[in-house]
């Protein structure tokens, strides 16, 4: 081979290796998506008169599970509505994580997916409600209804949301805590 031949391989591959730098070496970064973690409060007293009633002993137990089931999640935000219920439910994980829960309107479902996207798009968060509110903000969200409706003595209901930068959400039904 002669000395031009080399030279004008070596200037081949040089140019080569240059293109696929160009091209994109570095791939872009995958669209972010944003995961919504949603569960109902946990067990609540049934007492009559109670007119914010807190958690039974089956809630905090279930609280605590909560926690061991999302603190792997490294959510990025906790948000609760303004009950002793909701709030409570998620004390525990609070405290795992360090994070101060965000009170939150559940009458305003849009609203809080619209911030939702905005300000958490790539991470994950976790949002506890109630029965009557969680199915609204899975559908505000763009997901669809993953079960006709939330019983009163349903507690076990864990709601992963996937909404991604573009297309479809997505949505999965788990379960946590003692059934």
């Known amino acids: 081979m002669t000395a031009l031949q080399r030279w004008t391989i070596c ?40 007119a914010d009633p807190p958690l039974t002993a089956a809630g905090q137990a279930r609280a ?25 439910t998620l004390a525990p994980l609070a405290a795992a994580t360090g994070l101060a829960p965000r009170p939150y309107d559940a009458r305003q479902p849009r609203a809080l997916a619209d911030t939702l996207r905005r300000a958490y798009a790539g991470r994950a968060v976790v949002v506890v409600g109630h029965s009557n509110t969680l199915l609204p903000l899975i559908a505000a969200l763009g997901a669809p209804l993953p079960v006709p409706e939330i019983g009163d003595a349903e507690y076990r209901y864990l709601f992963e949301v996937r909404v991604p930068a573009r297309g479809p959400a997505t949505v999965r039904v788990r379960h946590y805590g003692a059934r």
């Open 64 to 88: 605590c599970a909560l926690a061991r089931a999302l603190r792997r999640a490294h959510p990025a935000a906790l948000f609760t509505t303004n009950t002793l219920r909701t709030r409570a």
């Open 11 to 50: 200037i081949a591959l040089a140019l080569l290796g240059l293109a696929a730098a160009w091209a994109g070496a570095v791939p872009p970064a995958p669209p972010a998506v944003l995961t919504v973690y949603l569960v109902r409060h946990a067990e609540k007293d049934l007492a009559p008169g109670l």
